[in-house]
Nanobody, 121 residues
């Protein structure tokens, strides 16, 4: 399974960006998708996730109401993260991941490469 993330860039505070994650390879297992981010000097943290059927989404408190995760198709082979009202504290490398739900937590089994989001004040 390979994950390819794209869509990062430089944006002013209050602006918007859309990240995308495309999956190739064996997609019928570990079909929940999620986004995580890691800011310089900080640990990687959960941002958002979507279940394999797209019916369940979950967000970190820091992004709830501003970010939206969505899937284009049933197997989550193309997933987007719409990011609105961006803040400087959203600056980080964003990683998409594919995995399974354990309770309410999405547990990654596969990772994509990071895409950098920089929000200027």
């Amino acid at each position: 399974v390979q994950l390819q993330a794209s869509g990062g860039g430089l944006v002013q505070a209050g602006g918007s960006l859309r990240l995308s994650c495309a999956t190739s390879g064996r997609t019928f297992s570990s079909s929940a998708m999620g986004w995580f981010r890691q800011a310089p000097g900080k640990e990687r943290e959960f941002v958002a996730s979507i279940s394999s059927n797209g019916r369940r989404t979950r967000y970190a408190a820091s992004v709830k109401g501003r970010f939206t995760i969505s899937s284009v198709n049933t197997w989550n082979t193309l997933v987007h993260l719409e990011m609105n009202s961006l803040k400087p504290e959203d600056t980080a490398a964003y990683y998409c991941a594919r995995g399974d739900y354990s309770g309410t937590d999405m547990i990654p089994n596969y990772w994509g490469q990071g895409t950098l989001v920089t929000v200027s004040s």
